[in-house]
T-cell receptor
């Protein structure tokens, strides 16, 4: 089944404790992206990647890192999480055909205390 | 930056009625997409309209795009309870997808 998977789905952590949220897709998509969703703000793009070893900042990259060592995986790293990074995070992927539809993962609900 | 803005923020309709929501954006785009989200779950792509298109249909969905007014509308005809969800427009500009805050649609049985 074609899908985007994220792990973990739920995470409660403390300020400053490094964490990684994994994202994997099985559709051979070149393009992958991370978003955060906060009430009243919709989704905001954190980082995106157009292929292996190619990443770029979205609208809200501060406090986040990403890497794209393999085509299928695009982990999101929070080196020193803070409470303002409490949010619902989504990973998405698509074919690189200039704005093709994005396939979203189920989301990761992160709480930083 | 948040490019698209949906209007209204919330909409409540009776089953069988039509639902219309609008999206306005600020800068030029390559295409505009509409997505649906059911209660905190992942977004599902509904329809994509390119900047050189004016109208597109998909099943009970009709999307229009007016690039001169920088606006789009999504019409859902003959709504069903299963259409209860939040709907987001997203503008694509060189691989950066910008979403609005969404319209929450409630379909009453």
């Amino acid at each position: 089944e074609a899908q985007v998977t994220q792990n973990p789905r739920y995470l409660i952590t403390v300020t400053g404790k490094k964490l990684t949220v994994t994202c994997s897709q099985n559709m051979n998509h070149e393009y992958m992206s991370w978003y955060r969703q906060d009430p009243g703000l919709g989704l905001r793009q954190i980082y995106y990647s157009m292929n292996v070893e190619v990443t770029d900042k979205g609208d809200v990259p501060e406090g986040y890192k990403v890497s794209r060592k393999e085509k299928r995986n695009f982990p999101l790293i929070l080196e020193s999480p803070s409470p303002n990074q409490t949010s619902l995070y989504f990973c998405a992927s698509s074919l690189l055909n200039r704005g093709g539809e994005q396939y979203f993962g189920p989301g990761t609900r992160l709480t930083v205390t | 930056s948040q490019q698209g803005e949906e209007d209204p923020q919330a909409l409540s309709i009776q089953e069988g009625e039509n639902a219309t929501m609008n999206c306005s954006y600020k800068t030029s785009i390559n295409n505009l997409q509409w997505y649906r989200q059911n209660s905190g779950r992942g977004l599902v792509h509904l329809i994509l309209i390119r900047s050189n298109e004016r109208e597109k249909h998909s099943g009970r969905l009709r999307v229009t795009l007016d690039t001169s007014k920088k606006s789009s509308s999504l019409l859902i005809t003959a709504s069903r309870a299963a259409d209860t969800a939040s709907y987001f427009c997203a503008t694509d500009n060189d691989y950066k997808l910008s979403f609005g805050a969404g319209t929450t649609v409630t379909v009453r049985a």
